[in-house]
């Protein structure tokens, strides 16, 4: 199969294969948002949940400033924010970096600083390790804290610290879920439209 995709012929039929399994993911949360993707300690999650929770995290990715090719290390235990994660930084475009949840000093130095590290999402458990050797990471700008509580003042420090004047929102509004193509990405034109509906 070609990087980009492709298709295949066969018993009569032409088949188009996904570029990629994040791909093939979005095409079946798509086709069925409904279904059971996963459950987790008792807690059922649909392939559309999950999906809004990776289109999400690829959101904030953008907004911070990930461009393509850029590498997150996902330093996170057995949850589904570690497959939110690993979807999300794909829909950014960006490169995945797994960290063993044992690692300890020496190996996240050889690690961080060999993929080239920008982000790292940790679990708190797992934060301490990391705070040990963060001054040797050179090029680590920022760790992100899983289940750290969002609040509208988190997201305006938030910007004002990383965002120009004229990028910095006028209001946060915390919703649900935002409407997404099968990629996962931001319907604008439809979070518009709910915004306008608002403000009536």
């Known amino acids: 199969m070609?990087?980009?995709?492709?298709?295949?012929?066969?018993?009569?039929?032409?088949?188009?294969?996904?570029?990629?399994l994040v791909e093939a993911f979005a095409r079946s949360a798509e086709a069925s948002p409904d279904k059971l993707c996963l459950r987790f300690e008792g807690e059922d999650w649909s392939n559309g949940r999950l999906l809004d929770r990776a289109g999400s995290f690829a959101a904030a990715l953008r907004a911070w400033g990930l461009k393509p090719g850029d590498r997150v290390a996902l330093f996170l235990g057995n949850h589904p924010d570690f497959l939110a994660a690993y979807l999300g930084t794909h829909l950014a475009r960006g490169v995945t970096v797994p960290v063993n949840k044992s690692y300890r000093r020496t190996e996240l130095r050889h690690i961080f600083e060999d993929a080239g590290v920008r982000l790292c999402v940790a679990d708190g458990e797992a934060r301490p390790e990391l705070e040990r050797v963060r001054d040797d990471l050179s090029s680590l700008e920022r760790v992100v804290v899983r289940g750290d509580a969002l609040t509208e003042e988190k997201v305006v420090?938030?910007?004002?610290?990383?965002?120009?004047?004229?990028?910095?929102?006028?209001?946060?509004?915390?919703?649900?879920?935002?409407?997404?193509?099968?990629?996962?990405?931001?319907?604008?034109?439809?979070?518009?439209e709910k915004l306008i509906e608002g403000e009536r």
């Open 157 to 192: 420090d938030f910007c004002r610290e990383d965002l120009a004047g004229y990028k910095k929102p006028r209001r946060v509004e915390f919703v649900g879920a935002l409407p997404r193509n099968a990629l996962g990405k931001v319907l604008t034109h439809k979070v518009r």
């Open 2 to 20: 070609s990087p980009t995709g492709g298709s295949v012929e066969g018993c009569g039929e032409q088949v188009t294969r996904p570029v990629s």
